[in-house]
């Protein structure tokens, strides 16, 4: 288990409000000190890891919770530039979708997603998985960056 | 719940800590099956080998000790990110360093995860549920779609 010095800064690039809402609903029980940070569309979410204005002093990401379908740019186009950056390559992105198709998946492992979720129908089995990733990824997983 | 036997391939130097992540793994209700491996001179003539489909069982999922005594972690997880069949099965990485460059390194080549190596039956049982119900229950993993 990882010994936690400082909150685990999470970048989630949602553009549905009422997945945000879910997800930081879910997240409050967490055994760890989080630091979630909400971005709507792929845009913003390169802008904010390039610490580009008016991103120019948020904290690097420690995890990465990443839509696919996503307004301006999309997951994909987000993962494509990210493992095109060597100071990005490295932040674990768990993908958290509607989609489940075959096509969806299969490219976006290719494109360096960490972990594939399909969003699940229904407010308990969301927030269910919403703890699930908390309790691998915030809990047990070894995270670059952190001590 | 599936039941379709899961393919498991470990690679670790260390046959005990092997024996005891599977007996782990027994005691979930997983169906899984485990091919392993204790070294890299093991490890690139199985990836060869595989690609020629001299090789049964594509693995759902890799499970990998960054520290084996005859090649170096990283280098073999490019090997098997490079493979054509192999390519985007999920790896987990365990070690017992915090090594953070290593650490960097690892994710930068494309590990899905590192943990730290279980030392004792808890951790063991702690990395064996994880890997049931995360890996297993909750992500979709790219073999569901692909068979050989």
New interface residues.
Partial sequence: ??TQTSPIHVLMVEDDAEDVVLTKESLTNSKVTLDLHVVEDGEEALLYLRKTPPYASVPRPDVILLDLNLPKKNGREVLSEMQQD?HL????VIVLTTS?Q?ED??KT??L?A?????KPVGLDQFMK?VN??D???FS???L??R? | MTFRTRQILIIDDDADDILILEECLSRTSLHFQVTALHTGSEAIPYLHEFSHGKIEGKPDLIILDLHLPDIEGVELIHAIRRHVIL??T?IIVYSGS?D?ER??AC??A?V?????KPSNID?AM??AH?IH???F????L?N???QR
């Avoid at chain 1, 960490?114 to 399909?118: A, Q, R, V």
Wanted: proline share 7%; with cysteine.
């Fill in positions: 288990m990882t060597i390559r490295s932040i674990p489940d075959e998946v299969l492992y290719e360096g960490n972990c594939y979720i399909t998985v699930a990733i309790n691998f990824w047990i997983v070894k670059p960056s001590k | 390519r985007i999920p915090d953070q650490l960097h994710y930068a494309g899905n995860c590192c943990l730290k951790e702690t990395l994880a119900e995360f890996w229950t909750t992500i979709q790219p569901s779609y692909v």
